[in-house]
């Protein structure tokens, strides 16, 4: 005879199984999806020329600084759908220093000219006003590369590091160099919203 099982039992074994579930779907597809928060950005006490001096020790291109907000839905799309997955973290890290900056934040950064400040201010004062912003600066400090607007792939991530990487700013355009690698640019922006509709 079988024993009576409780509806609570039965819904705390779901809840606990369901993480696992989970995490099998999202490798079904051969991709691993891990915590941007923690395996994409580089943790930081914000002081960029001491972050940038173990980009240069550790023989990188550079750093990534990726402005967002916290109501940004395009940042949250990146954040969750492509600095989450495991090749993009990977490759990036092995390339860059990556930092978020949160142009409506308070946390104090040091800028290339000493000066500390804001993110909020530090955003103004590098001239960006929306999100999300990806600005990549070389070794010497100097921006060599900004990136407006949602990245909406994995691919497009890596191809924009891959333009980074060769060289290819100093000469190409990147929506040149996408269309070059097969990457067609969509005609209308689709926000996140309307992408599971």
Same mark, same amino acid.
């Given at each position: 005879?079988?024993?009576? @099982?409780?509806? =609570?039992? @039965?819904?705390?074994?779901?809840?606990?199984?369901?993480?696992?579930?989970?995490?099998?779907?999202? =490798?079904?597809?051969? @991709?691993?999806? =891990?915590?941007?928060?923690?395996?994409?950005?580089?943790?930081?006490?914000?002081?960029?020329?001491?972050?940038?001096?173990?980009?240069?020790?550790?023989?990188?291109?550079?750093?990534?600084?990726?402005?967002?907000?916290?109501?940004?839905?395009?940042?949250?799309?990146?954040?969750?759908? $492509?600095?989450?997955?495991?090749?993009?973290?990977?490759?990036?890290?092995?390339?860059?220093?990556?930092?978020?900056?949160?142009?409506?934040?308070?946390?104090?950064?040091?800028?290339?000219?000493?000066?500390?400040?804001?993110?909020?201010?530090?955003?103004?004062? =590098?001239? $960006?006003?929306?999100?999300? $912003?990806?600005?990549?600066?070389?070794?010497?400090?100097?921006?060599?590369?900004?990136?407006?607007?949602?990245?909406?792939?994995?691919?497009?991530?890596?191809?924009?590091?891959?333009?980074?990487?060769?060289?290819?700013?100093?000469?190409?355009?990147?929506? $040149?160099?996408?269309?070059?690698?097969?990457?067609?640019?969509?005609?209308?922006?689709?926000?996140?919203?309307?992408?599971?509709?």
């Amino acid at each position: 005879m079988l024993a009576e @099982v409780s509806p =609570r039992a @039965v819904l705390a074994v779901f809840l606990l199984a369901l993480p696992l579930f989970m995490t099998g779907i999202a =490798r079904a597809d051969g @991709v691993e999806v =891990r915590d941007a928060r923690e395996f994409f950005f580089t943790q930081t006490f914000g002081d960029l020329p001491e972050e940038m001096q173990v980009a240069r020790d550790e023989g990188k291109l550079g750093m990534l600084l990726f402005f967002e907000a916290d109501a940004c839905p395009y940042c949250q799309h990146m954040i969750t759908k $492509v600095l989450s997955q495991q090749n993009v973290q990977d490759w990036y890290r092995e390339r860059f220093i990556n930092i978020a900056v949160d142009i409506h934040g308070d946390v104090e950064l040091t800028d290339f000219d000493g000066i500390t400040l804001p993110s909020k201010i530090f955003s103004d004062h =590098r001239r $960006v006003f929306l999100t999300p $912003v990806m600005a990549f600066i070389d070794l010497a400090g100097n921006e060599i590369h900004r990136h407006y607007g949602m990245i909406k792939t994995a691919e497009e991530f890596l191809l924009l590091g891959e333009y980074i990487e060769g060289g290819h700013y100093l000469d190409t355009e990147y929506e $040149v160099f996408a269309n070059a690698r097969g990457m067609q640019q969509q005609g209308s922006l689709i926000t996140p919203a309307e992408e599971s509709e």
